[in-house]
């Protein structure tokens, strides 16, 4: 059973440039959630996908979109970089929508982006 | 009022001492409460859950909710230096599992 992998582990862009990060999910894991997580804070949940679809998004602008694929990979996609989008980009998989009890969601150890 | 209110430490301690780590929350509506594990250059592992009010134990750790002054706690005993980490206590509102609500965490520091 493999993991959340993320690509790529560290990136360095300017301000007004576009970044695209990368997710494969665990293995049997159809939804993908992505957060951001500045520097000594917790993670913010940006959004989530489920069977292709955006399924509930966080207080992030709608310059951050994503993708989900066929086989429940994900893209985030960030436009026009800001210096506050500095910050670590997790990805989290996990099995359905709602699971019983918590549903678990497995990290994958994120992309570093720093934008100058 | 941030809706999940965590100290982010450091907090450094001896090797074999008892750790309390806490959070504080403003929405009585929360069912479950989660605590998080991250190692360095990581992403978050889920270290325990509960539901609704009382102790969770699990080895070496308990989880504690007092949904009546809306307060978690994590306790860790004969702490080790493979504990350092940081710690971020989490919820999920109403309805969104994997929409997690972070606290800011709380580094730990276990030293021999």
């Known amino acids: 059973e493999t993991g959340v992998t993320q690509s790529p582990t560290h990136l360095i862009k300017t301000r007004g440039q576009q970044v695209t990060l990368r997710c494969s999910s665990q293995?049997?894991?159809?939804?993908v959630s992505w957060y951001q997580q500045a520097l000594g804070q917790g993670p913010q949940f940006i959004f989530q996908?489920?069977?292709?679809?955006?399924?509930g998004r966080g207080n992030f602008p709608p310059r951050f979109s994503g993708l989900q694929f066929p086989n429940y990979s994900s893209e985030l996609n960030v436009n026009a970089l800001e210096l506050d989008d500095s910050a670590l980009y997790l990805c989290?998989?996990?099995?359905?929508?709602?699971?019983?009890?918590?549903?678990?969601?497995?990290f994958g150890a994120g992309s570093r982006l720093t934008v100058l | 009022q941030k809706e999940v209110e965590q100290d982010p430490g450091p907090l450094s301690v001896p090797e074999g001492a008892i750790v309390s780590l806490n959070c504080t929350y403003s929405?009585?509506?929360?069912?479950?409460f989660m605590w998080y594990r991250q190692y360095s250059r990581k992403g978050p592992e889920l270290l325990m859950y509960?539901?609704?009010?009382g102790n969770k134990e699990d080895g070496r750790f308990t989880a504690q909710v007092d949904k009546s002054s809306k307060y978690i706690s994590l306790f860790i005993r004969d702490s080790q230096p493979s504990d350092s980490a940081t710690y971020l206590c989490?919820?999920?509102?109403?309805?969104?599992?994997?929409?997690?609500?972070f606290g800011a965490g709380t580094r730990l520091a276990v030293h021999p």
């Open positions: 989290a998989s996990s099995l359905g929508l709602r699971g019983s009890g918590a549903n678990v969601l497995t």
């Open positions: 293995s049997g894991h159809n939804t």
């Open positions: 996908y489920y069977r292709e679809e955006e399924n």
């Open positions: 929405n009585s509506a929360f069912q479950y």
């Open positions: 509960t539901y609704s009010s």
């Open positions: 989490a919820v999920p509102p109403s309805g969104g599992y994997n929409k997690l609500i």
